[in-house]
């Protein structure tokens, strides 16, 4: 038996005409002419040196042979059919995927709420799980598919397919009591990087924009608490005298007005921008598009 004289569409055909006991329901069944089915089948028959199917009463019957290829023959090609059809649609509400993003805290309480209402309403079925990576492994995880998307501000991470979802910069934010917001909104001036250096400040390291602005300014010496996560943050500085530098979209919307105040400050390369990540391999897969224009459309400016 040379197997490579054997391709998809003669096994298709095979399958059909067993299946369907009918050159001709074959041919129909699969668009093909009469002459054309006759003609696969013949090329099947000299391939694997079997008749495969003798007329009788009407029908085509199967040779032993032939009841032991379709044995193997007709899952594979139901296997290999649904994945095809599997890869043509996506149904968000009957999945039950689960969604791997990196993120990390402030990125989670900027996009989260949103993504998970929009979910809650279109795919109730899918899960989500987040996890921050150093972004030196982002790209090969991307890669491998250990995560979906990655978002956030990532100017390290390259070789990946992108698109900018939003700006915003990073601002100081004190409580609102704070000497220097009162004093800031008596003058109704902006303040200067001597104003800037009588504060002392928190930060999370795990934002590595936070310390090159602190550092661009002078400023890392007055870092008094180097903290591993964002949460405690606007606690500790409505207590205290402390300043924390964070997104401004953040702070306007997530921190109470009456608590804290964005102080008027102009910080060096303080503007960023986040993306949409994802890897050149799933470009194509209809669940990964769909959640990549959910995302678009959800948070776009």
Request: no cysteine; aromatic share 6%; charged share 25%.
């Amino acid at each position: 038996m040379h197997t490579e004289k054997l391709d998809m569409n003669l096994l298709r055909l095979f399958e059909a005409v067993y299946r369907l006991g009918s050159v001709s329901r074959a041919a129909d069944a699969l668009g093909l002419s009469q002459p054309a089915a006759s003609q696969g089948l013949t090329r099947l028959r000299l391939a694997l040196g079997d008749a495969l199917f003798v007329r009788a009463n009407g029908r085509m019957r199967p040779t032993l042979r032939a009841e032991r290829l379709a044995s193997v023959v007709q899952p594979a090609v139901a296997a290999i059919e649904d994945v095809l059809r599997d890869e043509d649609t996506f149904d968000p509400s009957r999945s039950r995927m689960t969604v791997r993003l990196h993120m990390n805290d402030i990125g989670e309480a900027r996009l989260l709420p949103e993504l998970m209402e929009a979910l809650h309403r279109q795919a109730p079925g899918i899960r989500v799980h987040t996890t921050p990576l150093p972004h030196g492994e982002i790209t090969d995880a991307l890669e491998t598919g250990a995560i979906h998307f990655a978002l956030g501000f990532l100017p390290s991470v390259s070789g990946t397919e992108r698109v900018e979802l939003l700006r915003d910069r990073y601002a100081v934010v004190v409580r609102a009591g704070h000497p220097m917001a009162k004093a800031s909104k008596a003058s109704d001036v902006r303040m200067t990087i001597q104003d800037l250096r009588r504060l002392e400040y928190v930060a999370v390291r795990s934002h590595s924009e936070t310390f090159r602005i602190l550092q661009q300014l002078g400023l890392d010496e007055r870092l008094v608490l180097n903290s591993a996560h964002f949460l405690a943050l606007p606690a500790i500085i409505a207590r205290t005298d402390f300043a924390v530098v964070m997104p401004q979209a953040i702070a306007r919307r997530f921190i109470e007005p009456k608590r804290y105040v964005v102080l008027p400050a102009e910080l060096p390369r303080s503007a960023f921008t986040v993306s949409l990540h994802w890897s050149r391999r799933f470009e194509s897969d209809p669940a990964h598009h769909w959640i990549r224009n959910l995302f678009i459309g959800l948070f776009k400016d």
